[in-house]
């Protein structure tokens, strides 16, 4: 009774959230794998990864993919040559979120496959990462025109659905690239150079701000900084494997 009385006030899509949350903390699972070699970024003997919980993010995913549909609900979808859902590995240990679909991956359908997509890439390398074993996605998923930062009212549609991506995943660690992703994960305003340089949480996952690739290759001298923070991501990953 008191349960129905705490819910009759929400919306139907909130009802969904929520039995889509309690579906999804019942499901979980624990698996091992080897990580590849480790340790260009912090000078560090290769570690073993243990990968998300999530036993069943993949069945999880591919549900929010088929949910997703042929989106229309907001103006992206106007000018869109394809959705760009994200890709990886769905029991990533670390997932990387950026902005938006640019020219090459509105094309394509797939993240970060441009020039900013290489400079991941480099970024990936350094921490000798894979970028099979991670999980690339973006705030939303259809590319702004002009590549223009995306309108609030577009994000807070679009990252209902990176929110369940996310927590269909539960990675160890999320790596926002820059202050969009962070942004609207974090709800806050406030600029990178009050967002770098902490470990912050979302949802109980630890979440390390960094500058975006793109921002990156017009401004190279940042990349020290961003090495800072991917020293950062390897020693939240360390710290859990140790512990
Ligand atoms: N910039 C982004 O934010 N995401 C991409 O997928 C590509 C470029």
């Excluded at 480790?38 to 073993?48: E, K, N, R």
């Excluded at 069945?59 to 929010?64: D, K, N, P």
């Excluded at 997703?68 to 907001?74: S, T």
């Amino acid at each position: 009774m008191e349960h129905h009385h705490i819910l009759r006030g929400e919306t139907p899509a909130t009802l969904r959230r929520l039995k889509w949350l309690f579906t999804s903390l019942g499901l979980s699972g624990a698996r091992e794998f080897p990580c590849n070699r480790w340790g260009a970024v912090p000078s560090a003997v290769p570690i073993t990864l243990r990968d998300s919980r999530r036993a069943d993010g993949a069945q999880l995913l591919a549900s929010i993919r088929e949910e997703m549909g042929d989106c229309k609900r907001c103006r992206l979808h106007e000018g869109r040559g394809h959705l760009v859902f994200g890709e990886g590995s769905p029991s990533a240990p670390l997932v990387f979120v950026g902005e938006g679909p640019g020219f090459d991956e509105d094309r394509q359908g797939r993240p970060f496959v441009g020039r900013a997509g290489k400079l991941l890439d480099k970024m990936i390398d350094a921490l000798q990462l894979a970028r099979k074993d991670l999980y690339i996605c973006n705030v939303v998923k259809c590319r702004p025109p002009g590549n223009r930062t995306p309108q609030s009212d577009e994000t807070e549609i679009c990252s209902t659905f990176l929110v369940r991506q996310l927590m269909a995943i539960r990675p160890r660690v999320i790596c926002t690239l820059g202050a969009c992703a962070a942004r609207t994960l974090l709800g806050t305003l406030a600029p990178m150079t009050v967002l770098r340089g902490k470990v912050h949480q979302w949802r109980g996952i630890p979440l390390v701000c960094t500058f975006h690739p793109a921002y990156l290759l017009r401004n190279p001298s940042q990349k020290p900084s961003t090495l800072k923070d991917l020293r950062e991501i390897h020693r939240i990953l360390s710290a859990q494997e140790g512990g």
